[in-house]
């Protein structure tokens, strides 16, 4: 089974009596696909003979919406929303925010949408905030928008495309939090990365938005641009794969030069473990050959 699914030649395998243990990891980025640790079934057919697989990052777009600002005090004419270099700047310089850490978000890039620039920017009819007579701007897909001018008249948009890397938390954890406080949420939706996105941007807008008034997106808005997996396998090496592999891999933990080995190849990590080390989760501290 190990061969066929690393490459490594038989004479180097006794999954009888081995003499040391392989753990290799291999980094997989899947170009416009969403998965998570609910497709395990699907996970474990693109990797076939790995001990574990799990997404550790998606990478998203999402678009936000952000207006134009006023002239002068409050209640001061609106400038047209339009979007530059100088403005993506700014979204990018507001967005630098710990409300964003907080929920494993990192942004990546930040540019104008299609049909973003100066006339194509949007135009939404302000709508007036519940008991705060205060005017916000009509967010698509079920989206949220902070207070803009007090006025009732149109609000002018523009369509922004923010670039997250949104890490893989520890659902688990999430759970126990969650149930400590009296409700727990374990669904799927709760685990989607388009979700954690959404709600990231919503703590960062409650917080403020840095001083911009923006509109975020519904997390079905949210599209998930690649998502990336770690796939870890362990190989019961025999005495002649334990001394082949000692150089690249040393159970020291010390690096190597040797990355032609088979199922090393590709810029996969590794390390030469004790038989005994039954957890390659809680065990293994990678080396990068």
Same mark, same amino acid.
């Given at each position: ?44 057919a693109m990797f076939p003979g @790995? ?15 952000? @207006? ?71 967010a698509p897909g079920n989206g ?62 409650? @917080? ?82």
């Amino acid at each position: 089974m190990f061969s066929a699914d690393l490459g490594i030649p038989a004479p180097y395998i006794n999954a009888s009596s081995p003499r040391l243990l392989l753990a290799v990891s291999r980094e997989v980025e899947l170009q416009g696909v969403e998965l998570t640790a609910d497709d395990a079934d699907a996970l474990a057919a693109m990797f076939p003979g @790995a001990a574990e697989v799990r997404p550790t990052a998606w990478d998203v777009s999402a678009p936000l919406q952000v @207006a134009g600002a006023q002239d002068g005090a409050a209640g001061g004419t609106q400038q047209q929303a339009s979007c530059d270099a100088a403005a993506a700047a700014a979204l990018a310089a507001a967005l630098s925010q710990p409300q964003l850490q907080a929920a494993a978000l990192t942004v990546q890039a930040v540019e104008c949408a299609a049909g973003g620039e100066g006339g194509a920017a949007r135009r939404h009819r302000a709508l007036q905030a519940d008991g705060a007579g205060a005017a916000g701007v009509a967010a698509p897909g079920n989206g949220s928008c902070i207070s803009g001018p007090e006025s009732s008249a149109a609000v002018e948009t523009t369509t922004v495309a923010v670039s997250l890397r949104v890490a893989a938390v520890d659902q688990a954890a999430n759970n126990s939090s969650s149930t400590s406080g009296g409700s727990s949420n374990t669904s799927k939706a709760a685990m989607s990365p388009r979700v954690q996105a959404q709600e990231g941007l919503a703590a960062w807008q409650a @917080a403020g938005a840095g001083g911009l008034s923006v509109c975020l997106p519904g997390a079905g808005s949210i599209r998930v641009v690649a998502t990336q997996l770690l796939a870890l396998y362990q190989v019961p090496l025999s005495d002649l794969g334990a001394q082949t592999y000692a150089g690249a891999c040393g159970a020291a933990g010390a690096a190597g030069g040797d990355t032609e080995l088979p199922g090393l190849e590709g810029g996969a990590s590794c390390q030469l473990l004790p038989t005994d080390s039954s957890n390659l989760r809680s065990e293994v501290s990678f080396v990068f050959v």
